[in-house]
C-alpha cells in the first residue's frame, strides 16, 4: 500500500513555542490531506482538512490562528501549533487519500507533542 | 449526519478463538468502508477496504463484510493470535470528492496467550 510519513515523530517544546510537523505522501499525489488529533483511549477527532492549493477548511471548534495548515504541494501538507500550550499535548496523526481508483485513506505514523 | 458506531466498545478473548467486531452506520449512503488497526502510541495501519458495490474482502485471517442496506460491517478474525491485539476502528467515506471519512470509536481487543 501506499505510505505516508510524518516528521518528527515525537517533539517535546516548551509553552508560548511554535511547532512545525510535517506529512508527506510518498509514493502517490494526495490533493486532499486530513489532519487528527487524538488524546489517550479516545478515537481520532478531525481538525481539518488541507486542500492543495487552497485554504484549509477546519472543524468546528478547531481555532484555524491557532493550528496553520499548509498544503504547497502535492506530497506535502505541514500544521504548525502556534504559540503551544500544555494543553495542546496530543497525538497528531495525518492522513491522505489515494485517488487512483480506491480513494483508500492511509496514515502517517503519527506525531508525539508533549507541551512543557 | 453520518454516525458510525462499534461493538463491542472492549472485547477480551483466548489465543486461537475466533472474533467477530461490529460497525454500524446510519447513513447508507456510503462509497466505502475501511476498517484500521491502531496499536498503543501508533498510526493507523489500514486493514481492509469495501467498496460500496462489494460485499466483503479477505485479506489472510481477516474478512470484513458489509452489508449497505442495514448500515453494517463486520470484521471476522479466524485463530486470533496475541499479536492481534489492538484497538480496530471502523471509518466511511461518503463520497469522492473532499468528503471526510467518519471514524467508530473503535473495539480494544485483547487476545490472551
Known amino acids: 500500500g501506499a505510505v505516508v510519513s510524518q516528521h518528527p515523530s515525537w517533539v517535546i517544546c516548551k509553552s508560548g513555542t511554535s511547532v512545525k510537523i510535517e506529512c508527506r505522501s510518498l509514493d502517490f499525489q494526495a490533493t486532499t490531506m486530513f489532519w487528527y488529533r487524538q488524546f489517550p483511549k479516545q478515537s481520532l477527532m478531525l481538525m481539518a482538512t488541507s486542500n492543495e492549493g487552497s485554504k484549509a477548511t477546519y472543524e468546528q471548534g478547531v481555532e484555524k490562528d491557532k493550528f496553520l495548515i499548509n498544503h504547497a504541494s502535492l506530497t506535502l501538507s505541514t500544521l504548525t501549533v502556534t504559540s503551544a500550550h500544555p494543553e495542546d499535548s496530543s497525538f497528531y496523526i495525518c492522513s491522505a487519500r489515494d485517488y487512483r481508483g480506491s480513494y483508500e485513506q492511509y496514515f502517517g505514523p503519527g506525531t508525539r507533542l508533549t507541551v512543557t | ?113
Open chain 2, 1 to 113: 449526519k453520518q454516525e458510525v458506531t462499534q461493538i463491542p466498545a472492549a472485547l477480551s478473548v483466548p489465543e486461537g478463538e475466533n472474533l467477530v467486531l461490529n460497525c454500524s452506520f446510519t447513513d447508507s449512503a456510503i462509497y466505502n468502508l475501511q476498517w484500521f488497526r491502531q496499536d498503543p502510541g501508533k498510526g493507523l495501519t489500514s486493514l481492509l477496504l469495501i467498496q460500496s458495490s462489494q460485499r466483503e474482502q479477505t485479506s489472510g485471517r481477516l474478512n470484513a463484510s458489509l452489508d449497505k442496506s442495514s448500515g453494517r460491517s463486520t470484521l471476522y478474525i479466524a485463530a486470533s493470535q496475541p499479536g492481534d491485539s489492538a484497538t480496530y476502528l471502523c471509518a466511511v467515506l461518503r463520497g469522492t470528492s473532499y468528503d471526510k471519512v467518519i471514524f467508530g470509536p473503535g473495539t480494544s481487543l485483547s487476545v490472551i496467550p
